[in-house]
Nanobody, 116 residues
Framework: QVQVVESGGGLVQPGGSLRLSCAAS????????MGWYRQVPGKQRELVAG???????NYGDSVKGRFTISRDNDKNMVYLQMNSLKPEDTAIYYC??????????WGQGTQVTVSS
């Protein structure tokens, strides 16, 4: 079973940037589409960015033009570069396998707080 560990979150001022990292175990990682999700208390987890095994990307409307997802299959890593951060980007960010595949066990996530 693949395990994922997210890192790179923190406190940043509006307009700032952060780069999140997701380390995944498992030799078949490169076969799967991966996504970055986020969740705030009381709301459902939402998908904000996705990337196929071949590198094709897609983004939610709220982050399009500000966030960039990438992956390094040789290192079993997925990244999320977040620029022009807004207070509404505050959430816990998770990475996981995307549909149509089932999700791996969810990691602890990494907290992103955008505040002045």
């Amino acid at each position: 079973q693949v395990q994922v560990v997210e890192s790179g979150g923190g406190l940043v001022q509006p307009g700032g940037s952060l780069r999140l990292s997701c380390a995944a175990s498992g030799s078949i990682f490169s076969s799967y589409p991966m996504g970055w999700y986020r969740q705030v208390p009381g709301k459902q987890r939402e998908l904000v960015a996705g990337i196929t095994g071949g590198g094709r990307t897609n983004y939610g409307d709220s982050v399009k033009g500000r966030f960039t997802i990438s992956r390094d299959n040789d290192k079993n890593m997925v990244y999320l570069q977040m620029n022009s951060l807004k207070p509404e980007d505050t959430a816990i960010y998770y990475c996981n396998r995307m549909p149509p595949y089932g999700s791996f066990d969810w990691g602890q996530g990494t907290q992103v707080t955008v505040s002045s």
